[in-house]
Structures are given as structure tokens and as C-alpha cells.
């Protein structure tokens, strides 16, 4: 008799262990981006807590404050069936090009850049299934920010974009939010 009185305690206590923990984890917040033609889930809130992180230091890294590589107008002047594209490319040209050239002394900023760089290539293989149609004018937009990014100093043009990627994420809570 007291066994079972010992195995409801303890699985009460279980239980109450349980209900505790899963109220003290984040929520993982994923929101369906419908681009054009597809859908594909983004964590917007793990992409926001990583670069919270690497911020401050990214923006104070950034020397070039007159050069601006991802224009704000840029992103929001997408055209319409573009938006697929002009992701799949901005993520090629973030893991291609910044994120392989971005590095930090500190090890903390280096494991969240390391992370938004694995959460970006998570997204554009998702992407990727969708066969997304690019336009001329959408290539053209991308090409243009890869001929700024080359204008500047390999390691400051990869701070720059790292330092612009509030742009980036900006434009994807947006996109979230209209479907």
C-alpha cells in the first residue's frame, strides 16, 4: 500500500517537474513565409535572438558608415512574384559570401554567427525545393549588392552585411506577418 502511495507521489512530483520546465522553455516561434509560389517555416524568433547577440558589436565593428550594402528601399521594392527569388538569392549571397568571410575574436559571437549562418542554409535548402523564377530586374538588384560588397575590403564588406542583417530580418517578420 505505501508503494503506491510512493509512486503517486513521485509521479505527482514528476508531472509538476514536467509542468514547471515546459513553462520556463521559449516557445520555438515559427511562421509559414508564403513566397510567390511556395510556403516555407522560418524561425523568425531564434534568427532574433542570435543576432540580438552579435549586434553591438557587429554595428561598432562597421567602419564603413557612409557605404550602405542592402538599402531598406531595396528589399521593399521586391516585385511581385520576385519574393521567392530575391530571398533564395540574398540567402546565397549571406552564406556564401558574409558568413563565410565574418569572424569574430569572441567565441560567443562566433557560435551565434555560426548559427544564423546554419539557419540561413536550413532556409535556402527549404527554398531551394520551390524552383523559384527569377527575373531580370530581381538578378540585377542582387548582382548590384554583390558589386558593393566587392568594392570594400573582403573582411569590412562581410561586418557591413553582418551589420545590415536587421534589414534582412526586418523584411522576414514582414513577410510573416502578411500571410
Not at 564603413?64 to 521594392?77: A, F, P, Y
Not at 523559384?132 to 530581381?138: L, P, R, V
Request: hydrophobic residues 40%; charged residues 20%; aromatic residues 6%.
Amino acid at each position: 500500500m505505501w508503494i503506491s502511495t510512493v509512486i503517486k507521489m513521485l509521479l505527482g512530483c514528476s508531472l509538476s517537474l514536467l509542468l514547471v520546465l515546459s513553462c520556463l522553455s521559449e516557445p520555438v516561434e515559427s511562421r509559414t513565409l508564403h513566397l510567390d509560389s511556395c510556403s516555407v517555416n522560418v524561425h523568425t524568433h531564434e534568427l532574433r535572438k542570435y543576432y540580438s547577440t552579435i549586434r553591438s558589436d557587429v554595428v561598432a565593428g562597421d567602419n564603413e558608415i557612409g557605404v550602405k550594402l542592402l538599402d531598406k528601399s531595396l528589399i521593399k521594392d521586391v516585385q511581385e512574384g520576385q519574393t521567392c527569388c530575391f530571398l533564395h538569392l540574398l540567402l546565397r549571397f549571406y552564406v556564401e559570401r558574409v558568413f563565410s568571410n565574418y569572424a569574430s575574436s569572441e567565441p560567443q559571437q562566433q557560435r551565434c554567427s555560426s548559427a544564423l549562418a546554419n539557419a540561413f542554409v536550413s532556409i535556402r535548402r527549404d527554398i531551394h525545393k520551390c524552383h523559384c523564377h527569377c527575373g531580370e530586374e530581381t538578378q540585377r538588384t542582387i548582382d548590384s549588392l554583390h558589386v558593393a560588397f566587392i568594392k570594400l575590403q573582403i573582411n569590412q564588406a562581410a561586418q557591413k552585411a553582418m551589420g545590415e542583417l536587421d534589414t534582412v530580418l526586418e523584411w522576414l517578420e514582414g513577410l510573416g506577418q502578411k500571410t
